[in-house]
Nanobody
C-alpha cells in the first residue's frame, strides 16, 4: 500500500527558502512521484514530478529555476527545495504518486490515472 507523509511546511518571508520532505513507501518501481499544491479558491496545480523509470524531474513553469525536486532512495524520501519564495507560492503542498506510465508532464497538467495517491498535505505560507 502506497503511503505518503509530508513534513517541513511553515511560514517564511518572501525571498526565503523552505524544504519539504515526503516519506514515501509502498509504490511500484515504475511510478510517478511528485508535488502538487492548492491555494484557497484555486485549482490544484502540479509543481514538480519525476518518473522513477528515468529519474529526470520536470517542473511547472511557475517554479522552474526556484524549486528543486530530489529523491533519496536510501531513505525512501522525496524532497522539494523551495528557494526565492513568493507570496503566490502560498498553498497547501501535497506529495503524490500515480501509475502514470512515464507521462509525468501530463500528470503535472492534471491527468488522472488508474491509481492515484495523495499525502495529507503541509501548509506553506509566504509573507510579503
Amino acid at each position: 500500500q502506497v503511503q505518503l507523509v509530508e513534513s517541513g511546511g511553515g511560514t517564511v518571508q518572501a525571498g526565503g527558502s523552505l524544504r519539504l520532505s515526503c516519506a514515501a513507501s509502498g509504490y511500484p518501481y515504475h511510478y510517478c512521484l511528485g508535488w502538487f499544491r492548492q491555494a484557497p479558491g484555486r485549482e490544484r496545480e502540479g509543481v514538480a514530478a519525476i518518473y522513477t523509470g528515468d529519474g529526470v524531474p520536470v517542473y511547472a513553469d511557475s517554479v522552474k529555476g526556484r524549486f528543486t525536486f530530489s529523491q533519496d532512495n536510501g531513505k525512501n524520501t522525496l524532497y522539494l527545495q523551495m528557494n526565492s519564495l513568493k507570496p503566490e507560492d502560498t498553498a497547501m503542498y501535497y506529495c503524490a504518486a500515480a501509475s502514470c506510465g512515464g507521462t509525468e508532464r501530463s500528470w503535472l497538467r492534471g491527468a488522472s490515472y488508474e491509481h492515484n495517491y495523495w499525502g495529507q498535505g503541509t501548509q506553506v505560507t509566504v509573507s510579503s
